[in-house]
């Protein structure tokens, strides 16, 4: 007789890939149940990819207040207030936990509001000793900001508690170079504070076209963000009213009021109990698993930032999909991670699709590149000196376009779109074969001869 369990499903996790996972499963009429130990909702909606965008529109009033003036508005002195900025964000993460946990109501899936740990290729246990079993287990658990091993680095916060700052400080200090550096860069910089960014190299968004990234970096230098490149850490030390002092090698020792650290976010598998059934973790510690997002244990699967193959929501969900629409669904299904759209939110923001030139000079027998530098026509008129960068890099032979990548406002939006032709192998005959929509930053897209 087959083995009975409690549930055909337990996941572990209910951020944006867990409740995806969850919810489609129990659709297709498993009998599901998830854990989360701190919020539903995970990291994008709680502290991540939501509360950052928030601040990156609250941000952006700063430039368009200014620029308004130039448009013939008369303005009054402008004051900004964090706390309300704050509580409003924080209302709003609140609101869409609510309809995250709604979401895994309405598909019958129990939800246990603690945390779980694996003990048995089919069992969980949950944090007040309750253990249930499951024909399958799902580790959906995310990942957490690295913060590296520097003597006085917890007087740093990381992304966790910046949504959370009682006040605005005057200096703010962000270790790293990536995307949660530069987007913070651009946030803090918005709210007139002095922004100093510090990277262990000297390139920042090291997976972007160098040409984009280097834009940003001319961009950001201009607006007055200081960046220290090749300084590791040696010490941080806190002082009178929680000052922070930073000794970087072989530099003077630099005050700050704030450091974040924003370098790199490491999967959550300590202590989940993996390494015991014999799960087979790899670099970080993160889940290895096949194609299928089964690791080494059957019985148990991952999606997600756990499994650090690439750390962003829309893959984690689509994982989630593929999963439950394999196991439950009938429908056996492999997310495709050729040509993932991504972007910083940035000010301005950058977004990119495909080959960077860097990888196509590797990869491809021969290639193209296009380039359209201009300076949009809002800046013009508000007398803003910031130059957007698109650019195209096209197969040579086949003259499909296989790369884009663009900085400038509004460029993720574009891009999403245009990302459906790069995805769908059209040449740049069949992008100059469309009509240019005008007046629009995105016909340049059109335009590049
Ligand atoms: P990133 O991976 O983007 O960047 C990490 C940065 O820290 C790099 O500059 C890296 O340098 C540096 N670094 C890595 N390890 C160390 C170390 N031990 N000491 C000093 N510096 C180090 O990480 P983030 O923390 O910014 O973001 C984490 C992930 O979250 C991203 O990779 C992304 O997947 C996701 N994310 C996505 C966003 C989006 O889609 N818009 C927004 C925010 C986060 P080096 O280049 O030399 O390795």
Redesign the pocket.
Known sequence: MAKTYDYDLFVIGAGSGGVRASRVAAAHGARVAIAEEYRVGGTCVIR??VP?KLLVFGAHFAEDLMDARRFGWKIGTCKFDWPTLRDNVLAEVERLEGIYQDILDRHEVETFAQRATVTGANEVTLADGTKVSAATILIATGAH??I?DVPGAGHGITSNEVFHLESMPKRVMI???????N?FAGIFHQFSCHVTIV???D??L?HYDEQVRDRLLQISLTKGIEFKFNAPFETIEKGKGGKLTVKLAGQDPIGTDLLLW????DPNTAGLGLDKVGVELGKNKAVLVDEDNQSSVPSIYAIGDVTDRV??TPVAIREGQAFADTLFGGKPTRVDYANIP????SHPPIASVGLTEGEAREKLGGYKTFTSDFRPMKNVLAGRNERSLYKLIVEEGTDRVVGLHMIGPDAPEILQAAAIAVKAGLTKAQFDDTIALHPTMAEELVLMR
């Open positions: 991540g990819c950052k900001p690295a590296p270790a790293g170079g990536g995307y949660i550096a987007e990277n262990r190299g390139i920042i090291r924003a370098v790199g976010r750390q962003l991504h972007a910083v939110f």
